[in-house]
């Protein structure tokens, strides 16, 4: 149901659509996850991840648990960036301490089963358009729910590595030796990408993230290829059916292409990993897009003065124009949940001054 215009938008959207706000609105990549007693205890009642993000009680008590504790301005989905390639029949495992496993994809014989399975995708993951709805039934009041996805670069980094990787090469040698196969690839992951968060928004999910965690791995006409073309694409898909729904772009280690990408792909808001200087997203890109980001996550394991002076710093050059407070890549498991909530109680104690 749209609510009537007179209804003032959730904060946090209203801060995506670029509105300079006197406290920041924050939320944490990660927020629900293994740094929490509470989603431990969750966990081991699921027979395996895969399973846990396709059970939506379990999936929706997750998404809240972080709330109840700290009481973010946003809530995100909780699921994982591979249930696309798991939508479309691609076997896939997580493995104590290995991280995900996947039958790795390499001929065109792959792709043409992955594309015969496309027609079936929304149905295979229909339990997370589930949990989007039971989510948005139960947040509080000016709390908004983030859908996502992967972007298809890092997608298909997991897809034919069939694995993390530090250095993703494989992946980069096929984009670079077949072109064409890996296009065929990237056409139908933007396919899909698209469908999968438009069928969240319809389900309630009121912004949505696409989490390009490998983008900087890519050399710079590559990056133009394989990171700001599909984004672009998915971008026009998704407006095209819900111009209101803000979105994010999160290309991490975009470096020199965080301006192009952000002009260029038309996202509301980029979000900006630990490397980019605060005071030089200011200038350059908090003109043309709202910015998200960007703290060290492992300050968040160190807390005390070292972490209260970083996120003071990002506040002051940030806070001044369209800003979400957030790390510069996910929670990590050993952060001692009190820290977040020294964090969270500093970002509420700041105000812009208008100068
Ligand atoms: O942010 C949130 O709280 C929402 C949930 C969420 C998860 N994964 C849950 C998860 C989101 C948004 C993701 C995104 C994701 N998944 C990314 C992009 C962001 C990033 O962190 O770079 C990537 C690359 C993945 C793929 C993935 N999922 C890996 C590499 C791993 C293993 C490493 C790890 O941290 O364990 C996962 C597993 C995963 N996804 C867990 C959680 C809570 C841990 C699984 C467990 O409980 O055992």
């Known amino acids: 149901m749209t609510p009537p215009a007179a209804v003032q938008a959730k904060s946090l959207i209203r801060a995506l659509h670029g509105e300079v706000q006197a406290r920041p609105n924050f939320w944490f990549m990660r927020q629900a996850g293994r740094y929490l007693p509470e989603y431990r205890a969750l966990r081991s009642k699921a027979p395996d991840f895969v399973r846990l993000c396709l059970t939506p009680e379990l999936a929706t008590e997750i998404t809240l648990q972080p709330l109840q504790r700290f009481a973010m301005d946003a809530a995100i989905l909780f699921s994982d960036i591979l249930m696309v390639p798991y939508g479309l029949g691609v076997k896939l495992e997580f493995r104590e301490g290995e991280g995900p496993v996947l039958e790795p994809i390499s001929t065109i014989a792959d792709i043409e089963r992955l594309q015969a399975a496309a027609d079936r995708f929304l149905s295979m993951v229909a339990p997370v358009f589930e949990t989007v709805r039971q989510v948005s039934l139960q947040l509080p009041l000016d709390t908004a729910l983030i859908g996502f996805a992967g972007a298809p670069w890092t997608v298909a980094c997991y897809m034919i590595e069939g694995r993390g990787s530090r250095d993703f090469a494989k992946v980069r040698k096929l984009a670079f030796a077949e072109p064409a196969l890996f296009q065929q690839l990237m ?169």
């Open 187 to 355: 056409d139908l992951l933007v396919d899909v990408t698209s469908r999968y968060l438009n069928a969240q928004i319809e389900a309630g999910a009121e912004a949505v993230q696409l989490f390009d965690t490998w983008a900087g791995v890519l050399p710079d006409v590559e990056f133009d290829k394989w990171a700001i073309a599909p984004m672009r694409e998915i971008v026009e898909r998704v407006r095209s059916r819900h111009p209101a729904v803000p979105i994010i772009a999160f290309p991490r280690g975009a470096g020199l292409h965080y301006v192009r990408y952000a002009s260029e792909t038309g996202v509301e808001c980029v979000g900006l990993d630990s490397s980019v200087p605060p005071d030089w997203a200011a200038r350059f890109l908090q003109p043309i897009a709202a910015v998200q980001g960007n703290l060290d996550p492992l300050l968040l394991v160190v807390g005390g003065a070292a972490m209260e002076k970083a996120a003071h710093r990002i506040l002051e050059a940030l806070g001044h124009g369209p800003f979400v407070f957030n790390l510069g890549h996910g929670i990590v498991p050993e952060t001692p949940p009190e820290n977040v909530a020294r964090l969270s109680a500093l970002i509420r104690a700041w105000h812009h001054r208008h100068t």
